[in-house]
């Protein structure tokens, strides 16, 4: 590829790569671990989508490569992968619950710590739950699974109308999830933990909601963009599917 003497040319990169470095600049710059108190342990924790659809003994394994965590977040997790998961891992997780009521998104959480499950009426979205989870009997946090409604423009080729709808209203839904989860959050005192699957990016109305109250886990010591969807390429109705291109999957905390 030859040189490209057209200084318009280079003006015309200059505002895009500005702001890219703007916004991921500092993703790529070599972290150290953060320090952290040895007392409570550190606690270790994997947010995971199994994707409902997904038949293979194989999924399972995922929580036994990441070396088993102390908490295991799940999203889209069906009553067979239930079944599924407990079988591959479920000795080494005293505690867990699971929420197949809300179709192709249920919840699950396995721990290796007591789990209390709390109830709250502040949520629009079905598939935001919380827990209690207690250290060594006197150290607890709130963790927050969630895993809010996509939209799919793939499945409304053809109709204009319904596509503009649809990402409208759940676009409206992430944000009012991320506005209302800020807000519980700063009415409690608790150490807190929010995970799961949000179906936004970290450019989202949701995300700088949820960023008023929380740090970034990526952010404070990933590398990279840290990509997470679409998992794997392929196809959907003869258009080519290309794998990682967006972080939708998040692990964010308090002080």
Same mark, same amino acid.
């Given at each position: ?48 989508? @199994?994707?409902? !659809?997904?038949? /293979?003994?194989?999924?399972? &394994? %995922?929580?036994?490569?990441?070396? =088993? ?85 793939? @499945?409304?080729? !053809?109709?204009? /109308?319904?596509?503009?709808? &649809? %990402?409208?209203?759940?676009?409206? =839904? ?82």
């Amino acid at each position: 590829m030859g040189w490209i003497r057209q200084p318009t040319y280079w003006l015309g990169l200059l505002l895009p790569t500005t702001l890219f470095l703007y916004l991921y600049g500092t993703l790529f710059i070599p972290k150290q671990p953060p320090a952290y108190r040895p007392t409570p342990a550190p606690v270790r924790l994997l947010t995971f989508n @199994y994707w409902h !659809g997904s038949q /293979s003994t194989e999924t399972a &394994q %995922v929580i036994l490569d990441n070396a =088993l965590p102390d908490i295991v977040a799940l999203q889209e997790a069906s009553p067979q992968a239930q079944r599924r998961i407990l079988q591959t891992v479920g000795q080494h997780y005293p505690y867990f619950f699971f929420d197949t009521t809300i179709g192709r998104r249920g919840i699950g959480v396995l721990s290796r710590y007591p789990l209390e499950k709390i109830s709250s009426n502040a949520f629009i979205e079905l598939s935001c739950h919380q827990y209690r989870v207690t250290i060594d009997a006197a150290y607890h946090f709130r963790l927050y699974n969630c895993h809010p409604h996509s939209i799919n423009v793939l @499945y409304y080729l !053809g109709n204009l /109308s319904s596509i503009i709808q &649809q %990402v409208q209203e759940s676009f409206r =839904l992430r944000t009012l999830l991320g506005q209302q989860l800020a807000d519980e959050i700063r009415a409690h005192t608790e150490p807190t933990i929010v995970v799961g699957d949000f179906n936004t990016t970290d450019q989202s109305d949701a995300y700088t909601h949820l960023r008023t109250i929380l740090h970034d886990a990526h952010r404070a010591i990933g590398w990279g963009l840290g990509h997470t969807f679409p998992t794997y390429g392929g196809y959907f109705r003869q258009i080519p599917i290309v794998p990682r291109q967006v972080r939708i999957d998040m692990i964010l905390y308090t002080n």
